[in-house]
């Protein structure tokens, strides 16, 4: 864990990262950038209250590596960001409630007694291709590379 905090202490705040990220670029709002993720990271490893709006930047984040990329102090961000979904885990804050619904939904798919295994990869196949589309469409808006 002190290996975590080391890596988000070493955040000088220069606000490199912000300009290349593409949940900022389209929110314009400094909650979903990786500084903003960085300071909630900070909170959950130091066991302080983190809210719902601080919860849903950490899903959020497209785990795109951009910030990573332009760090001068070489922030492991997208490290951070997976080892903080473990944390709200771990504490009971995640997933979130609409992860769940697809979880179940999944689950209820392949459960089922006729068409159980065609249901449930049908899901998953639906639910990659939303995926793909995001990506096509950040990629398309040059968002991503
Ligand atoms: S990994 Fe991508 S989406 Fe996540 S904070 Fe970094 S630039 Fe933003
Ligand atoms: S680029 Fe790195 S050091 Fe600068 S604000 Fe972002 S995470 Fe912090």
Request: proline share 3%; with cysteine.
């Amino acid at each position: 864990m002190s290996e975590i905090l080391d890596q988000i202490n070493s955040c000088t705040e220069c606000e490199v990262c912000i300009e290349v990220c593409p949940t900022y670029m389209v929110t314009g709002q400094f909650l979903f950038s990786p500084m903003h993720r960085l300071k909630t990271a900070k909170k959950l490893f130091e066991g302080e209250e983190v809210d719902e709006q601080m919860i849903e930047s950490l899903y959020n984040c497209a785990e795109c590596m951009r910030c990573e990329a332009v760090c001068p102090e070489e922030t492991e961000i997208t490290k951070i960001v997976g080892r903080s979904r473990s944390k709200l885990f771990e504490r009971g804050l995640g997933p979130l409630d609409k992860h769940n619904k697809v979880i179940e939904g999944i689950h209820a798919c392949m459960h089922k007694k006729h068409h159980s295994a065609k249901n449930g990869w049908l899901l998953i196949h639906i639910i990659c291709m939303s995926c793909c589309n995001l990506i096509t469409f950040l990629k398309g808006l040059n968002l991503i590379s």
